[in-house]
C-alpha cells in the first residue's frame, strides 16, 4: 500500500509494489532493486540520509573550513588574541587582573570568551570562542569527525563480529551455540553505558598493553574496542536467530550435498540471506554507537582533551551553560540531527529491505 | 596545604607570629589567653547548610587539603591552636594555648617544649583527653605514612620511625606523664616554627585507641567544640556540636554558633555557587565560577567576599625524569608560560608572580628583572638547545575543577607549541594530590598550588623542594627538587634560634633560596591566589572571621 499520513509507509510485498508500479517493471528484478525503489518512494527517509551526508561532508571539509575560513586550528589556544568585530578591536577572551591596593585586592574580572560572531569577524569563531580562545564551530567540525569515526568504524567492527558469531552460533549449534550465547547474556546484563564507561574508564587510564599489543589511553582505539564490544549482543542476538530459522532451509541442504562445507555454506549461503537484516542493523547501531560515544567522552571515558568530540565539548560547556550556551548546545544539536537522521533512515532502509521485519535495536 | 583556600596572613602578622614564638621560647610560657572568642549570646542557630568542595580524607592524621583543614580548626585541636580571629583586623598569626595550658615552657635553648594539659577535657566519645594520647598521636602519623610526618623529623629519637614508618613503635624525644598531664617533646636543634608545629591538624590529638589506619567514617573521636558525625567521601559530611564539649573550655577557641553542620560536597563551582543563589545552601567553599564573577558581584554584592591569599600557584616539574631533568628544559616551560593569561584564566582573580614565596611575606623579594618573561621563540630555542625536542609529556591536572582543567590544557598547548608531545592526564580533585605525590605515578609535568601552613618562608621550601624530604609517597615536593646547597641553608635557617628568626640577614638569606630556585627553574610558578566566600542572604556576612584557614564556620552567624 502506498503511505498515506496515517499509516506507516510500507511498499508491503512486491505484489503491492508490482500494484503500484505495474507488473512489467518489477518481473525480474532482484530483491536489492526492489528495495531500492521502495526506498526511493521514501522521500522521509532519503531526505534525513541527506542531513546525514550533509553533516558528514561538512566535518570532512573541517581543514578546508580552517584554512579557507576561520584561520584558527582546533586545539589553537588564543587566550591572548584578538579580532576585528565591526573594525573594532575585541579581546577574544575578556582580560582582567588583579591589583594590590593597601593589601586589598582591586578586582578587574575577566576570562569571559566571546559569543558567536556570525561573520562578523571575517569568518572567525562564527559560534564563538571557548574559555581558552578555541574556535567552537572548528571544533565542532573536527569534534564531529572523531565523534562520527568512532561511532561509525566501532558500527562496522561490531557487526563484522557479531556476524560472525550469529553465523556460528546458528550454524553449528550445540555447545557452540551455547557458548556464544552465554557471552551475549554475559554483554546483555549490563546496562551499555555502565559497561562503557567501566571499560572506557579502566582502559583510558593506562591504555592496553597485553598480548603484544600496545595503545596508549588517549588512543581513539580504546573507545572504538569498548564501544563495538558492548553491543555485539545486540546485533549478534537478531542474527542468530535468523541463521537459526535459515539452517535447515532447502539451500542450505542442497549446498550440504553438493559438498560445501561449513565456512562456504555460513557465508556464501546463509550471510546472502540476512544481508538485509545486517545492512539495517548496522544503520541503527551507528546511530547509538555516536550516542555512546558521546556519553564515554561527556565522562572522560572517552575522546581524551584537547582533542574534541561532540561528548567532550558538552562537558567542557555543562559548567557555562548560563554565560555561553553555545558550547554546549552547538554539539548538542549537531548529535540530536546526527542521531535522528540515521534513525529516521534506518527505519526506511527496514522498511525498504524487509517491510514485515520485526527488527529492532533495544538495550537497556 | 594544597587548595583550595586560605587566609590572609600579611608580613606584620607573620612578624608579630614569630615574636609570639621568641616570647615563648624565652622560657616561662605565656598563661591561658583572656582573648576569649566565645560566641556572642544570641547567635546560636540550628543548622548551617554548606556546599564545600571534595577532599583528600577526613582523618587529621592523613588529610593535607584546605578543604579538611578549615573545618578540623573546630574539631581537632592540640596543645596549641592559631588564633581564631580574623587577618584583617587582628593577629591571626597568634599562637594560643588549646589542649595545653599554656603555649608551652621551652628551654635547652630552644630544643625542649613542655606543655601541660588542662583538666577534665574529653573527647566526642567520651575518653579523657591523656598526654599519651600526643605521643600515640605522632606514632599513629607515621603509622599512616602521613604526609605530615616530615614536621617531625627534628623530634630526638625519630629516626627509626622515618626509615620504617609504617612500624614505628616509640620516639624516645616525646616523653609524656598522664597522671601530671605533662607533654614533654625534645628536639633535635633549635627550631624557629615548631610552635607553629604543633597548632596544625597532624598535631592535634585523637585518643590513643583510635585506628591505625585511614578513618574516616565517622572520623577519629573530636576533642574540639565539634565532632564529625558522618563522612560520605565526595558527597557529604554532617558536624554537630561535641556532647563534652563545656561552654569556654578553652578560652581561644569558639563554642561555635551552628548546632549542627549539614554539608554537601561538589567541585563544580557553577552547582555551588546556585546552591547558595538559591537559598538552598548558606556558604559556597568554592571559588565562584570565572565567567559569572562580573554577574554574580552585580546580582549578590556584599554576598560575596574576595580576598588575597598567602598562596602560590605553579607548575611542577620532575626533575628526576626526561625531559626536566634538563635546567633548559625547565627553563623552557617558565618562558612558555603567560602569566597574564593564567591569571585571566582564573577570572582575574590572581597576581602574576616569578616567585615561589608570596608577597605577604617579609622574606619576600620581588625577583628582578622578570626572569623568566613570556617568549615562545626562547623556549622554543631551549627545547632544542636541550636535546629533548619531540619527547612525550604528560601534564597532569585537576580534572572536575574547570579551571584547572583549563590550566592543564593552556600548558598541553604552550608545550606543544615549543616541541614536545604533550598530553593531559586529568585526574579528580579528590585524589589528585595523592596521586602526583605517588613516586609511582612518575608525574613528569603538572598543575599544583600551596597555601601557608603556618606564615614562615619553611614551611615552604622545607616542605615543598628540601630534597631531604621527597618520600615515596605522600610526597610533598612533586618536582624531587634536591639543590644540596639549598637543602643546606634551609635546614640552617630553619635551626636558627628564635630571635634571629626574623632579622634582616635571615629574611635577606630566605630571599636568595627564592631567587636560587627561580634561578634552577626548579618550579614554574605563575600566580598567587584570589579566592571568594559567598554567602547567602539569609547569613550576617559580618559574623565571618577569616582565620588562618579562613572562614571560621563556627562563628557564623544570621541574619
Known amino acids: ?364 | 596545604m594544597r587548595s583550595k583556600r586560605t587566609s590572609v596572613a600579611i608580613a606584620a602578622v607573620v612578624a608579630a607570629g614569630l615574636a609570639l614564638v621568641v616570647s615563648a621560647c624565652g622560657g616561662g610560657g605565656s598563661s591561658g589567653s583572656n582573648n576569649t572568642t566565645s560566641a556572642p549570646a544570641g547567635k546560636t542557630f540550628p543548622t548551617l547548610k554548606v556546599v564545600w568542595g571534595t577532599t583528600d580524607y577526613f582523618d587529621p592524621g592523613l588529610s593535607y587539603r584546605l578543604a579538611s583543614w578549615q573545618l578540623f580548626q573546630d574539631v581537632y585541636l592540640g596543645l596549641v591552636v592559631k588564633a581564631h580571629v580574623s587577618c584583617q583586623t587582628d593577629n591571626c598569626a597568634k599562637i594560643e594555648p588549646g589542649l595545653a595550658t599554656t603555649t608551652g615552657k621551652v628551654s635547652d635553648g630552644g630544643k625542649d617544649f613542655k606543655f601541660t594539659l588542662r583538666k577534665g577535657i574529653k573527647y566526642s566519645n567520651g575518653e579523657p583527653v591523656k598526654a599519651s594520647d600526643f605521643k600515640a598521636t605522632i606514632i599513629r602519623d607515621f603509622k599512616l605514612n602521613s604526609p605530615g610526618i616530615g614536621f617531625f623529623s627534628n623530634i630526638v629519637g625519630v629516626d627509626a620511625c622515618e626509615g620504617n614508618p609504617t612500624k614505628c613503635a616509640d620516639i624516645s624525644g616525646i616523653v609524656t606523664d598522664d597522671k601530671a598531664g605533662t607533654v614533654e617533646i625534645k628536639l633535635k636543634t633549635p627550631e624557629s616554627d615548631f610552635l607553629y608545629v604543633l597548632s596544625i591538624p597532624f598535631t592535634a590529638i585523637v585518643p590513643a585507641s583510635t585506628p591505625q589506619k585511614d578513618t574516616e567514617n565517622p572520623p577519629p573521636a573530636a576533642n574540639g567544640p565539634y565532632y564529625i558525625t558522618s563522612y560520605n567521601p565526595s558527597k557529604s559530611f554532617v558536624i554537630k556540636r561535641n556532647p563534652n564539649w563545656k561552654k569556654n573550655e578553652i578560652p581561644a577557641v569558639p563554642n561555635g554558633n551552628p548546632d549542627t553542620i549539614d554539608g554537601t560536597m561538589t567541585d563544580d563551582q557553577a552547582q555551588a555557587a546556585q546552591l547558595v543563589a538559591s537559598g538552598q545552601d548558606m556558604y559556597d567553599e568554592n571559588i565562584l565560577p570565572v565567567d559569572q564573577l562580573q554577574h554574580y558581584k552585580s546580582q549578590y554584592g556584599d554576598q560575596i567576599k574576595f580576598f588575597t591569599t598567602p598562596s602560590t600557584y605553579y607548575f611542577f616539574m620532575n626533575t628526576r625524569l626526561a625531559p626536566f631533568d634538563n635546567l633548559k628544559s625547565r627553563q623552557a616551560v617558565n618562558y612558555a608560560i603567560d602569566r597574564q593569561q593564567l591569571v585571566n584564566l582564573r577570572g582575574g582573580l590572581g597576581v602574576p608572580t616569578y616567585n615561589f614565596l608570596p608577597p605577604s611575606y617579609p622574606q619576600y623579594k620581588k625577583i628582578t628583572p622578570d626572569p623568566y618573561p613570556y617568549d615562545l621563540q626562547k623556549a622554543k630555542q631551549l627545547v632544542q638547545q636541550s636535546g629533548t625536542a619531540g619527547q612525550k609529556v604528560t601534564i597532569y591536572t585537576i580534572s572536575d575543577v574547570a579551571v584547572d582543567l583549563s590550566t592543564g590544557e593552556y600548558l598541553q598547548s604552550q608545550l606543544n607549541k615549543i616541541g614536545w608531545k604533550a598530553s593531559l592526564k586529568p585526574i579528580a580533585g579528590a585524589n589528585y594530590f595523592t596521586i602526583v605525590g605517588n613516586q609511582s605515578t612518575k608525574a613528569q609535568i603538572g598543575f599544583t598550588d600551596w597555601f601557608e601552613d603556618y606564615p614562615y618562608p619553611s614551611d615552604w621550601f622545607n616542605i615543598l623542594l628540601n630534597g631531604e624530604h621527597i618520600t615515596k609517597v605522600h610526597n610533598n615536593n612533586y618536582g624531587n627538587v634536591n639543590i644540596k646547597s639549598a637543602n643546606k641553608e634551609i635546614d640552617r635557617l630553619d635551626s636558627l634560634p628564635p630571635s634571629q628568626a626574623l632579622s634582616a640577614s635571615t629574611n635577606s638569606a630566605w630571599a636568595k633560596i627564592d631567587k636560587q630556585y627561580s634561578d634552577n627553574a626548579a618550579t614554574a610558578p605563575y600566580l598567587n591566589g584570589i579566592l571568594t566566600s559567598f554567602f547567602s542572604s539569609k547569613m550576617d556576612v559580618s559574623c565571618d572571621v577569616f582565620t588562618d584557614s579562613q572562614d571560621d564556620l563556627a562563628q557564623f552567624c544570621m541574619k
Open chain 1, 1 to 364: 500500500m502506498a503511505t498515506t499520513s496515517q499509516e506507516e509507509f510500507t511498499l508491503d510485498t512486491a505484489a503491492e509494489l508490482a500494484a503500484e508500479e505495474g507488473g512489467a517493471q518489477i518481473q525480474g528484478k532482484s530483491p536489492w532493486v526492489l528495495a531500492g525503489r521502495r526506498l526511493r518512494r521514501n522521500y522521509v527517509a532519503l531526505t534525513f540520509l541527506g542531513v546525514f551526508f550533509l553533516i558528514v561532508i561538512c566535518c570532512l571539509l573541517a581543514p578546508l573550513y580552517v584554512s579557507q575560513v576561520s584561520h584558527v586550528g582546533q586545539n589553537d589556544v588564543r587566550t591572548g588574541a584578538t579580532i576585528v568585530e565591526h573594525g573594532k578591536k575585541v579581546n577574544v577572551i575578556s582580560q582582567g587582573g588583579t591589583k594590590i591596593v593597601n593589601g586589598v585586592p582591586k578586582i578587574v574580572f575577566g576570562g569571559v570568551p566571546i559569543g558567536p560572531q556570525w561573520g562578523a569577524a571575517g569568518g572567525k569563531y562564527i559560534l564563538g570562542a571557548d574559555e581558552l580562545g578555541r574556535d567552537i564551530a572548528t571544533r565542532l567540525l573536527y569534534g564531529g569527525r572523531n565523534s562520527l569515526f568512532i561511532g561509525v568504524t566501532a558500527s562496522a567492527i561490531c557487526t563484522t563480529l557479531a556476524v560472525i558469531l550469529a553465523l556460528l552460533s546458528g550454524y553449528f549449534g550445540g555447545i557452540v551455540d551455547w557458548i556464544i550465547s552465554r557471552f551475549f547474556d554475559l554483554i546483555w546484563a549490563f546496562p551499555v553505558v555502565l559497561l562503557g564507561i567501566a571499560l572506557g574508564t579502566a582502559l583510558s587510564v593506562n591504555g592496553f598493553h597485553h598480548f603484544g599489543i600496545n595503545i596508549s589511553g588517549s588512543n581513539l582505539a580504546i573507545p572504538i574496542a569498548v564501544i563495538s564490544f558492548v553491543f555485539i549482543p545486540y546485533i549478534g542476538r537478531p542474527l542468530r536467530g535468523q541463521v537459526l530459522a535459515l539452517r535447515n532451509r532447502e539451500f542450505v541442504e542442497a549446498a550440504t550435498a553438493q559438498g560445501a562445507g561449513s565456512i562456504r555454506i555460513m557465508f556464501s549461503e546463509l550471510l546472502p540471506n540476512i544481508a538485509s537484516s545486517v545492512l539495517v542493523l548496522f544503520t541503527l547501531i551507528v546511530a547509538n554507537c555516536i550516542l555512546t560515544e558521546v556519553g564515554l567522552s561527556f565522562l572522560g571515558a572517552g575522546v581524551h582533551l584537547p582533542n574534541p568530540s561532540w561528548g567532550t565539548m558538552i562537558q567542557e560547556g555543562s559548567n557555562k551553560l548560563s554565560t555561553a550556551p553555545g558550547l554546549s548546545l552547538f554539539p548538542g544539536i549537531a548529535i540530536a540531527l546526527t542521531v535522528l537522521s540515521l534513525n529516521v533512515f534506518g527505519d526506511g532502509l527496514r522498511d525498504a529491505l524487509d517491510p514485515r521485519a520485526k527488527i529492532r535495536i533495544e538495550h537497556g
